[in-house]
C-alpha cells in the first residue's frame, strides 16, 4: 500500500471511527442517598425529589448558576404600579410530553390546584398569597396576590413551580400525579421503580436547541 492509499484509509478509519462515538449512546448513572419521596414538585418537601423531578419539569422562571432569576417557559413579565398584579408572556412553540401546547390555561390550572388548600399540597404554603390566576390570552397569563410581595417572581422560579400537563391533572389523582410525571422538560420517563431506581429518556421534542446532552440518566437510590 502506497502512502496515498494508507493515508486514505486512516483517514476513512478515523471517520468511521468518529461516527461510532458520535452513534454510541451517551448516558450516566446517578447514585442517590436514599429513593425519592415524590415526583410531583408540588407535593415535595425534600431536595432529592425536586432534583429528580427537573428531569420532567419546569417553570415559568428559573435560577442560573448565579442564583440570578433568567426566563423559561416564560420570557417577560410586568407588575401594576401596586404590585399586586403580575402579567407574564409566555414562550411560544413548547409542547407537554403529551404532545399539547404549552400555553396560558397550563399555567392557571397547575396553579389554582396548589392554591385550592383542598388539594393539601406541601408547596401550598409557597403560593398562598396568590389570590387568582386568569388566562388573557394563550400566551399571556395573569396573578393577582392578596398583598404585596416584591419576591414573587423568585417564588415563580422555585423548584416547585412548575408546569404538569393538563392533561395529568384532569384526569389524574395526586397519587398517580406522584408517579406518572408528565412536563416540558428535557427528559421523560423510561421506567421507575423506587426500590430499585429510575431510567429518564431524552426528550426528542424539548423546545431548547441542542439539549439535553445525555441520552438518559439512570437514578439509583
Known amino acids: 500500500m ?17 461516527g461510532a462515538a458520535q452513534a454510541a449512546p451517551k448516558e450516566i448513572t446517578v447514585a442517590i442517598a436514599s429513593t425519592f419521596t415524590t415526583l410531583d414538585p408540588y407535593d415535595a ?17 428559573t435560577f442560573d448558576k448565579d442564583m440570578k432569576v433568567i426566563d423559561a417557559l416564560a420570557t417577560d413579565y410586568k407588575v401594576s404600579d401596586d404590585g ?4 407574564v408572556t409566555l414562550r411560544k412553540g413548547v409542547k407537554f410530553h403529551d404532545g399539547s401546547e404549552f400555553k396560558a390555561d397550563a399555567v392557571k390550572a397547575n396553579f ?21 390566576t386568569e388566562v388573557v390570552d394563550p ?29 395529568t391533572l384532569a384526569n389524574k389523582t395526586n397519587k398517580q400525579i406522584a408517579f406518572e410525571p408528565c412536563g416540558t422538560g428535557p427528559y421523560t420517563l423510561d421506567k421507575y421503580n423506587p426500590s430499585e431506581g429510575m431510567r429518564v429518556v431524552k426528550n426528542p ?14 437514578w439509583k437510590p
Open 139 to 167: 400566551y399571556t397569563v395573569r396573578f393577582t396576590l392578596k398583598k404585596p410581595f416584591s419576591s414573587f417572581i423568585n417564588q415563580l422560579a422555585h423548584p416547585a413551580g412548575v408546569m404538569i400537563c393538563p392533561s
Open 112 to 132: 389554582d390546584r396548589v392554591t385550592n388548600k383542598a388539594n393539601g399540597l406541601k408547596r401550598y404554603m409557597l403560593y398562598q398569597n396568590i389570590e387568582k
Open 205 to 218: 421534542n424539548y423546545w431548547q436547541a441542542g439539549f439535553p446532552k445525555l441520552d438518559a440518566i439512570n
Open 45 to 61: 418537601s425534600d431536595t432529592l425529589s425536586q432534583t429528580a423531578s427537573k428531569s420532567f419539569y419546569e417553570g415559568l422562571f
Open 84 to 87: 399586586l398584579v403580575y402579567t
Open 2 to 18: 502506497n502512502l496515498k492509499h494508507a493515508a486514505a484509509a486512516l483517514a476513512l478509519t478515523s471517520l468511521v471511527a468518529a
